[in-house]
Nanobody, 124 residues
């Protein structure tokens, strides 16, 4: 079992920045591909970004390319999402997710473990 706990969400004005963090515990973090998935109110979950176990492969959904940056620190069992130039359409609950396989994955149903989520609200 892997436990994931997100932090760093909040309320920010459009154009602002936030940095989300995800702490993993329970099992070794380094073998897992990791990702961020978000869900806006009334909508389905949407893939945001993913990173492979060793960090050499990264994917982003088109709407966040150039604005968001995913990274990980395997020594700290931590995953991050730096979000810049935030827009109102980025408002959602953001979930940290882990998958059994080391590769990054673009589909939200590729993940096996999920955090409880952290709310990001962008005011226009």
């Amino acid at each position: 079992q892997v436990q994931l706990v997100e932090s760093g969400g909040g309320l920010v004005q459009a154009g602002g920045s936030l940095r989300l963090s995800c702490e993993a515990s329970g099992r070794a973090f380094s073998p897992y591909g990791m990702g961020w998935v978000r869900q806006a109110q009334g909508k389905e979950r949407e893939f945001v970004a993913s990173i492979s176990a060793n960090g050499d492969t990264i994917y982003y959904t088109d709407s966040v390319k150039g604005r968001f940056n995913i990274s990980r620190d395997n020594a700290r069992n931590a995953l991050y999402l730096q979000m810049n130039n935030l827009k109102s359409e980025d408002t959602a609950v953001y979930y940290c997710a882990a998958r059994f396989y080391s590769r990054a994955a673009r589909k939200e149903n590729s993940y096996d473990y999920w955090g409880q989520g952290t709310q990001v609200t962008v005011s226009s």
